[in-house]
């Protein structure tokens, strides 16, 4: 944990501190003030209070994850205020968080009606691109551009080269987040080699941390650390870029195709892709895209393996299913099939079921924000116009009301049926629904596959502390000590 000395600050410092949070506080307060006195005469706002001035609850919220409990914020409101809805103010920001399967429901099935999706303004401030459009705008962007690369026909390329890269990754020494970046390089920019893989790597765990942060740019904050490392991964991305369109002219200009077949990931497709008035993205666009993706392709992802590794020290019995289940897959291949394909994926039904409920339990998506387009009520409440609302995958997860002792680590749960629809969020619901879902499960099977093979394992901390920042990851990084077959 850091901690900013004021003390060792010279007076010239300590008073531009100052100022800077004076002016960072009344741009806050200016941005939302109409909001809070348009609406405090509204007597029809769900229950619940809107913490400190400025602040807000926004510490508490922050800090709930931090301490590595972060349901403990909304099952303490719930509890306080209604099971379904209250109001608080989290980063800066009037919110009314919904609870529960039916606000699921309906917060998914009013996408672009009553709702859109926000971000806050960290999230703004590290992706530049993203303030010259609509977050509305920019989300439908992606929807077009991703279906033809995340789609299960499209994904089933990709099986062999995730399974190669993984064995690679095992024979080397192993770590989740590593895998999961190579095989994010290599699907979205067709980056093959380990240093340069690397070099990309450093950063993101700094930019990972600073994503969801109090936007408060001053040395030593995580969100200072989230800039400067988002500055240095646009800059090395946006010298493949210029790259990447050199080789892509020189293929048209020669009319080979060789360069296509050669770079047939989503990062040409970008390049290539214009829109409506046959106007290519910028470069700065894209870099921010990739970005966005690579986050998305290698934080959560790893983040799940990282507790299906846990979760499966803990539970022998369940390693041994998992164990039986990839080992008749490998048996069962031919002669000569020493990489994993499509059909080998689809076999791996308990793995899968596995994994879920470690998603269930250990979520890499704790939940999103939406804005209220117009006044609309819900559950006999008015929510009001600008208003921003969360949703939080913990309030349905380990709810009762939604799973049967939901602390229980119970895979069956996923047989036949499965859950009851909107009780399971992972991956979000409706028009927003994760697009990466399959690739994140192929991704996930493939790393199972190969480590329950290779090895058993201890965690060596049973005990470790949880830490969600904004991702779960345990405090110590989960040390294990392998025992190979």
Avoid at 135 to 159: D, G, H, I, Q, T
Avoid at 224 to 244: H, P, T, V, W
Avoid at 355 to 378: H, I, K, T, W, Y
Avoid at 389 to 411: A, G, I, M, Q
């Amino acid at each position: 944990m850091e901690v900013f000395f004021l003390c060792s600050l010279s007076p010239l410092l300590l008073i531009t501190f100052f100022i800077i949070i004076c002016v960072s506080l009344a741009i806050i307060f200016n941005r939302n003030n109409k909001l809070y006195k348009s609406n405090n005469s509204n007597n029809n706002l769900p229950p619940g209070k809107m913490g400190l001035p400025y602040i807000g609850e926004s510490l508490e919220f922050l800090n709930s994850g931090r301490k590595g409990f972060p349901e403990k914020f909304i099952y303490d409101r719930m509890a306080k205020y209604s099971s379904q809805v209250f109001k608080t103010s989290i980063l800066g920001e009037p919110t009314v968080v919904v609870c529960g399967a039916a606000a699921n429901k309906f917060l998914f099935s009013n996408e672009n009606k009553l709702v859109q999706a926000w971000w806050p303004d960290s999230v703004n401030k590290i992706f530049p691109s993203s303030t010259q459009t609509s977050s509305k705008e920019e989300a439908k962007k992606m929807r077009k551009l991703l279906p033809n690369f995340l789609k299960p026909e499209a994904l089933m390329r990709y099986v062999g080269m995730m399974d190669s890269i993984a064995q690679k990754h095992f024979e080397s020494g192993w770590e989740a987040k590593r895998f999961t970046f190579s095989v994010a390089c290599k699907v979205f920019l067709s980056i093959e080699d380990s240093q340069h893989v690397a070099k990309l790597a450093v950063p993101f765990d700094a930019l990972a941390s600073g994503i969801i942060s109090v936007p408060i740019d001053l040395p030593g904050t995580p969100f200072n650390r989230a800039i400067k490392a988002s500055k240095f991964i646009r800059k090395e991305l946006m010298a493949i870029i210029k790259q990447r369109k050199t080789e892509l002219a020189a293929a048209a200009a020669s009319s080979t195709t060789t360069a296509h077949h050669r770079h047939q990931d989503i990062l040409s497709h970008m390049l290539l892709a214009t829109d409506e008035n046959g106007q290519h993205m910028s470069e700065l666009d894209v870099a921010d895209k990739i970005l966005g993706l690579l986050i998305g392709g290698h934080d959560t992802a790893s983040a799940a393996i990282t507790f299906i590794v846990k979760f499966l020290a803990g539970l022998p019995h369940i390693y041994n299913q998992v164990l039986n289940e990839q080992m008749e897959i490998a048996k069962r291949k031919g002669e000569g099939e020493q990489l994993l394909n499509w059909e080998d994926i689809q076999k791996m039904k308990y793995s899968w079921n596995v994994a879920c409920e470690v998603m269930r339990l250990a979520p890499p998506l704790q939940g999103s924000f939406r804005e209220a387009l117009n006044d609309f009520v819900f559950s006999g409440f008015t929510i009001p116009k600008g208003w921003k609302l969360y949703w939080s995958v913990n309030s349905t997860h380990r709810n009762p009301e939604c799973f049967v002792e939901p602390e229980k680590f119970d895979p069956t749960r996923f047989q036949g049926r499965g859950p009851a629809p909107y009780t399971y969020v992972p991956f979000g619901g409706g028009p927003r629904m994760c697009p990466g879902k399959e690739y994140a499960r192929l991704e996930i099977l493939v790393f199972i596959h190969n480590i329950v093979r290779r090895f058993s394992w201890l965690q060596i901390l049973p005990h470790e502390k949880i830490i969600v920042d904004p991702l779960p990851m345990p405090a110590h990084g989960l040390p294990v000590r392998l025992f190979p077959h």
